[in-house]
């Protein structure tokens, strides 16, 4: 991973022996679902879900699956299921592999 973006992606993500963790925040009951981009430490992710009965969750593992490839059983929330800050775990991926697609959205 180049020099130039490390310490910035390091500040929202990690390399796991599982993969990557991620923290998140969800920004629930958008108008559609999708990656919004990096801030403040975390990446922003818009859900058309309501955060009732676990539905923007299943709505946030589904926009993280679409994003970086993965199926939606590779993306496991370990914190903060009940509110907008999480933590996530993106099963099979490297930091490097996922790197670009968070660089991608820097504001």
Same mark, same amino acid.
């Given at each position: 991973?180049? $020099? +130039?973006?490390?310490?910035?992606? !390091? =500040?929202? +993500?990690?390399?796991?022996? =599982? &993969?990557?963790?991620?923290?998140? /925040?969800?920004? *629930? #009951?958008?108008?559609?679902? %999708?990656?919004?981009?990096? /801030?403040? $430490?975390?990446? =922003?992710?818009?859900? +058309?879900?309501? *955060?009732?009965?676990?539905?923007?969750? @299943?709505? @946030?593992?589904?926009?993280? +699956?679409?994003?970086? &490839?993965?199926? !939606?059983?590779?993306? %496991?929330?370990?914190? &903060? =299921?009940?509110?907008?800050?999480?933590?996530?775990? @993106?099963? $099979?991926? #490297?930091?490097?592999?996922?790197?670009?697609?968070?660089?991608?959205? %820097? %504001?």
């Amino acid at each position: 991973m180049p $020099g +130039a973006y490390t310490s910035r992606v !390091r =500040e929202l +993500a990690s390399d796991h022996p =599982e &993969g990557v963790t991620l923290s998140v /925040r969800v920004k *629930p #009951r958008s108008s559609k679902s %999708r990656v919004l981009g990096v /801030r403040e $430490g975390a990446l =922003e992710v818009a859900v +058309a879900a309501p *955060p009732v009965d676990g539905a923007a969750n @299943l709505e @946030l593992s589904r926009t993280l +699956a679409d994003h970086f &490839g993965l199926s !939606r059983g590779q993306v %496991r929330i370990l914190t &903060g =299921e009940t509110g907008k800050h999480k933590t996530v775990r @993106l099963l $099979g991926l #490297r930091l490097t592999q996922i790197a670009p697609k968070l660089v991608e959205f %820097r %504001r």
